[in-house]
């Protein structure tokens, strides 16, 4: 076994994951898996830069995650920061105050090697589901963007998309800085326009309508599989693996577009840092599954965040 931790930063959150990992068996056993929402993309669809406040809360977290790491005596380490900070101006202010804080480099990454290790990430404990079909597609709903993998035992096929949760929510529902409550039909028109614009975009290299089975991962995904199952707090382990039919994705997204702040924040199950957001991550997922036909998800809460485990280990 190898010691290693993970960490993904993306628009909207920050994760850490230490591990135990044996390459041989393709065995993960989880030693620390946590989520802190850092919204650092907060504004930079408008301006182009990471806001100061934004910076420090995801500084915040990485001095929470470096005592974590050292309690645990991790090997190595390896940081992957995601849409967020790729879009930037400033992200050399990020890369420094990281690179302080935990002694390595993030490695702000394509949305092609995103979508690489959410799809090994996601998959490799499947493989020996015979009961799923495959080909697999694997869909990443971010907070900035959303990455497509179509694959078997590997990647045939990415695309990294511009349609996340928080992007579409400050793009379209967002009214004098505050988020409409509830967003009004026109508004939602709008956001559902610009995601099919880019479902257009990512069918053009990535063949989403041959998957046979489609794996949800990301908290918008795992949020509505809480929901669908009416779980009394967010339970990783009644999600992963759960499965969520269209009807049931078609009536929780049409809930959370028209229900308001207090309604959602009411949800036992929702992280307070997705209150706002949910609905657009809800409508990029039900968007997906009628483009290609889907009648249900498969949710994964192993992701992007085990990929790069795997590929440190």
Same mark, same amino acid.
């Given at each position: 076994?190898?010691?290693?931790?993970?960490?993904?930063?993306?628009?909207?959150?920050?994760?850490?994951?230490?591990?135990?990992?044996?390459?041989?068996?393709?065995?993960?056993?989880?030693?620390?898996?946590?989520?802190?929402?850092?919204?650092?993309?907060?504004?930079?669809?408008?301006?182009?830069?990471?806001?100061?406040?934004?910076?420090?809360?995801?500084?915040?977290?990485?001095?929470?995650?470096?005592?974590?790491?050292?309690?645990?005596?991790?090997?190595?380490?390896?940081?992957?920061?995601?849409?967020?900070?790729?879009?930037?101006?400033?992200?050399?202010?990020?890369?420094?105050?990281?690179?302080?804080?935990?002694?390595?480099?993030?490695?702000?990454?394509?949305?092609?090697?995103?979508?690489?290790?959410?799809?090994?990430?996601?998959?490799?404990?499947?493989?020996?589901?015979?009961?799923?079909?495959?080909?697999?597609?694997?869909?990443?709903?971010?907070?900035?963007?959303?990455?497509?993998?179509?694959?078997?035992?590997?990647?045939?096929?990415?695309?990294?998309?511009?349609?996340?949760?928080?992007?579409?929510? /400050? @793009?379209?529902?967002?009214?004098?800085? =505050? &988020? %409409?409550?509830?967003?009004?039909?026109?508004? +939602? #028109?709008?956001?559902? $326009?610009?995601?099919?614009?880019?479902?257009?975009?990512?069918?053009?290299?990535?063949?989403?309508?041959?998957?046979?089975?489609?794996?949800?991962?990301?908290?918008?995904?795992?949020?509505?599989?809480?929901?669908?199952?009416?779980?009394?707090?967010?339970?990783?382990?009644?999600?992963?693996?759960?499965?969520?039919?269209?009807?049931?994705?078609?009536?929780?997204?049409?809930?959370?577009?028209?229900?308001?702040?207090?309604?959602?924040?009411?949800?036992?199950?929702?992280?307070?840092?997705?209150?706002?957001?949910?609905?657009?991550?809800?409508?990029?997922?039900?968007?997906?599954? /009628? @483009?290609?036909?889907?009648?249900?998800? =498969? &949710? %994964?809460?192993?992701?992007?965040?085990?990929? +790069? #485990?795997?590929?440190? $280990?």
């Amino acid at each position: 076994m190898t010691r290693v931790a993970a960490v993904d930063c993306g628009t909207n959150s920050i994760r850490l994951l230490v591990a135990d990992c044996d390459p041989e068996t393709g065995e993960l056993v989880d030693l620390d898996r946590r989520m802190t929402i850092v919204r650092l993309g907060q504004g930079v669809d408008r301006t182009g830069r990471l806001a100061p406040e934004a910076l420090e809360r995801t500084f915040a977290a990485c001095r929470e995650y470096a005592a974590v790491i050292k309690e645990h005596g991790a090997e190595r380490l390896r940081f992957v920061a995601t849409s967020a900070s790729r879009d930037a101006e400033n992200r050399d202010a990020f890369v420094r105050g990281v690179l302080d804080i935990l002694g390595v480099e993030p490695e702000v990454i394509s949305g092609d090697q995103e979508a690489e290790f959410s799809f090994t990430g996601a998959t490799k404990e499947l493989k020996g589901s015979d009961h799923l079909a495959r080909p697999y597609l694997v869909v990443d709903i971010g907070g900035g963007s959303t990455e497509f993998v179509v694959g078997d035992d590997h990647v045939r096929a990415a695309r990294s998309v511009d349609v996340g949760c928080v992007r579409m929510t /400050e @793009r379209h529902l967002v009214r004098d800085g =505050v &988020v %409409s409550d509830p967003p009004t039909d026109a508004q +939602i #028109a709008a956001m559902r $326009a610009d995601i099919e614009a880019a479902l257009d975009l990512a069918e053009e290299t990535v063949p989403l309508r041959e998957a046979r089975t489609l794996v949800g991962l990301a908290g918008s995904v795992t949020t509505v599989s809480a929901i669908a199952q009416d779980l009394p707090e967010y339970d990783s382990q009644a999600i992963h693996h759960s499965r969520v039919s269209h009807d049931r994705v078609r009536e929780i997204t049409d809930w959370l577009l028209h229900s308001t702040h207090a309604e959602r924040a009411a949800v036992p199950s929702m992280h307070p840092g997705r209150v706002d957001v949910i609905a657009a991550g809800a409508l990029v997922l039900l968007s997906i599954m /009628e @483009r290609i036909g889907a009648e249900e998800v =498969v &949710v %994964s809460e192993h992701d992007i965040l085990d990929g +790069i #485990a795997w590929s440190v $280990a």
